[in-house]
């Protein structure tokens, strides 16, 4: 394993963890409008995310871990929404868009001893899954790969697993962590909330679910060191479908047959594509909602 890599001075080097951090998994998040700007309990979400990363950060560190790079994945606010002045002081912080290409995992490389998910949700589709979505909030009824739906976190673990980076934890609701166990073997899960519906669930209060989160990073990272995880296996090609909510227009359509061509229209509310590069199929899955719902925009650019 890179962890046991030494120095020629017998030192052992630098032990890398780059964290994705979304918010609707976040301890205390049970309802849309904690994770968006205008919501009652917004700011407060906020400190509760970045208190969830700073635990996952202590947990890791203890294990040994020394340097880390947290990546905003909450889309709103251009994914700004770690609060800077309450962050672990040492972590360095992707924020803000655009990010030169990739729209998330734009700091992930082969550098990086693991991957840990802080506040990740369940997919579009899973019920019950607190705020259960993949990608799109409200424009997407399902997106499926090979034929059946596939969350976030399944994506970005198969995209650091090309780069051969293990993905070592998750936290979120019990929906979203059942998810991951099944897809990344022997995963380490910290399970904050118990989804009742997507708008409700049985909480863990958040400084309670900071202690687990942690002691979860903490086994993950032991576990990394002694070479404990294995990559998931998911092979190319990589076949997408998106299932819209809405029936896609006369403007739209032409949108995806004039400047996205790679992208076909197999119904009035689909979208698929295929593809061997798993980044890419996430790019084009962020995209699709903004050509079916901007048309006009698109065609101008």
């Not at 951090?21 to 700011?43: F, H, K, L, N, P």
């Not at 990010?99 to 997919?123: E, I, K, N």
């Not at 998106?242 to 119904?267: N, Q, S, W």
């Amino acid at each position: 394993m890179r962890l046991t890599a030494t120095s020629p001075a017998g030192q052992h080097r630098a032990m890398r963890v780059f964290i994705s951090v979304d918010m609707e998994g976040i301890s205390g998040v049970t309802r849309w409008a904690d994770v968006s700007a205008s919501g009652q309990d917004y700011q407060r979400a906020r400190s509760w995310l970045t208190a969830d990363v700073n635990a996952a950060v202590q947990g890791a560190r203890r294990a040994g871990a020394t340097e880390f790079v947290v990546e905003e994945n909450h889309g709103v606010e251009m994914l700004c929404n770690v609060v800077l002045d309450e962050i672990d002081p040492e972590v360095d912080v992707v924020r803000g868009l655009p990010r030169g290409g990739a729209t998330t995992l734009a700091g992930l490389d082969g550098s990086f001893d693991a991957m840990f998910l802080v506040g990740h949700h369940a997919a579009a589709g899973d019920y019950p899954g607190i705020c259960a979505h993949t990608i799109s909030y409200g424009e997407y009824r399902v997106v499926r790969c090979n034929d059946r739906p596939i969350s976030e976190g399944e994506i970005f673990a198969t995209i650091a697993a090309a780069l051969d980076v293990p993905t070592a934890l998750i936290t979120g609701d019990d929906v979203a962590c059942a998810r991951l166990a099944r897809f990344v073997p022997g995963i380490e899960t910290a399970c904050v909330k118990r989804a009742l519906s997507h708008t409700a669930g049985v909480i863990i209060p958040p400084a309670r679910a900071r202690r687990a989160i942690a002691d979860a990073a903490d086994i993950a990272m032991r576990r990394v060191r002694a070479g404990g995880f294995a990559l998931p296996v998911f092979e190319p090609p990589y076949a997408f479908e998106i299932e819209l909510r809405k029936p896609l227009g006369d403007d739209a359509r032409r949108a995806f047959d004039e400047r996205f061509p790679e992208l076909t229209v197999t119904g009035d509310r689909t979208v698929s594509w295929c593809d061997d590069d798993m980044h890419l199929c996430y790019r084009r899955a962020a995209i699709t909602s903004y050509i079916a719902t901007q048309p006009d925009a698109v065609r101008r650019y």
